[in-house]
Structure formats: C-alpha cells, structure tokens
C-alpha cells in the first residue's frame, strides 16, 4: 500500500489477485482494540461496471458510455468525470457558438483542439463562443463533465433528496435492518441527456 484514497487515515490496498468470479468476502481485523476502530464503507475501485440486477448491486465487465444518464450504463457511484467529443468542421470567418443542455453535473469545462477554453452551464452561463479556438477544417471539440462525490459517499437514504449539501446528520437517515436495494438509493443522475448543440 503505497497510495491512500481521500485522506492519508483512509489506506487503498491493490487486491485484484485475491477477487475471484462470483460471491467474495472482504474481512477487516485488528490485532488490538482500539476506540478509534470505527469502520468506514469499503470502496472498491477499478475498471468494472455496477449494476441494478435482481435487487441488489452486480459488479461486470463495463460497457462503452453512451449519451444519456451514467446510472444505468455501469457508473452509479462513479466520482470523477465524462469527456464527450466529436469533430466540427470550421469555415473560415464564421463563428461559433456551443449550448450545453441542462445537465446534472459539479462543473462543465470546453477543450477545443486540446486547448481549454473554459467553464460552461455555469451559474446560468448556458453557451461559450468557442470561434476563437477553431482552425479552419476539422476541430475536435471535449465537454468534459465533472460528477461530484455525492454518490459514491452519500448519504444515499436521506428521505428529503439533498442536493449540494451535506451535514453529518443525514448519514443517520438509513434502513434499520437488511440490505437496501438499488431503487432506494438517492443518486444523481449525471450524464448528458441531450446532444452538445454548435449554432454558426
């Protein structure tokens, strides 16, 4: 272990060798007690997909993402970000603007031809004139949309829904006895529902 995840106290072990197909169980012990030794959730991290089968979660192969909602597609507890690319062929002295949909997101950035040009659906700024980053010909166009933490570590059971904001108080909010299933969750559905639009 020569990494950790979040915070130092928060250690990261590579196990990939130790999994095996099917059911498998993860124990945690301790050669004393301690009071400190209060457990966290287990995180597991890698190149696999998450999915809502026969009312509990399944780990499989990924699949490629698509547009539309990560939830569903593999990634219901995925923190980091979604690139969405595409060329755009540019005519000399015409300019450009790009609109991004009303999406769930922390924060959206724009790269045109591998050089950033800036945040997007930001407190209310729905379009970018991206003219000054196009070549005449082929451009290739990243919308980079960042997720937030909010569903890899909650709280996930909190009855009202929060939304950016978090007191130490709604992780209390859970089932008392089982396991929940996948629908009782609450998760953002990020993701681009709706097509990245280039207005001449």
């Known amino acids: 272990m020569d990494e950790y995840f979040l915070d130092y106290l928060i250690c990261q072990y590579e196990i990939h060798r130790l999994v095996k ?19 966290e959730p287990v995180i597991l991290k890698g190149s696999f ?26 990634y219901p507890f995925y923190h980091g970000s979604v690139i969405y690319e595409g060329i755009y062929t540019a005519q000399a002295g015409k300019a450009c603007l790009l609109h991004v949909p009303d999406s769930e997101a922390a924060a959206v950035s724009v790269t045109v031809n591998h050089k950033y040009a800036g945040l997007i659906n930001i407190n209310g700024r729905k379009g970018m004139d991206i003219t000054p980053y196009l070549e005449a010909g082929e451009n290739l166009i990243q919308v980079k949309l960042c997720v937030s933490m909010k569903n890899l570590l909650g709280p996930h059971f909190d009855p009202d829904k929060p939304r950016r904001t978090a007191w130490p108080d709604m992780w209390k909010k859970a089932p008392a006895f089982g396991i929940p299933k996948p629908e009782e969750y609450d998760l953002i559905s990020y993701g681009l ?5 280039l207005t001449e």
């Open 21 to 39: 197909q099917g059911e498998n169980e993860i124990k945690i012990t301790a050669s004393q007690f301690d009071v400190e030794l209060e457990l």
């Open 49 to 74: 997909g998450v999915y809502h089968r026969d009312d509990v979660w399944m780990m499989d192969a990924p699949v490629k993402l698509e547009q539309g909602s990560i939830l569903k597609q593999g």
């Open 193 to 197: 529902e709706k097509g990245i639009v």
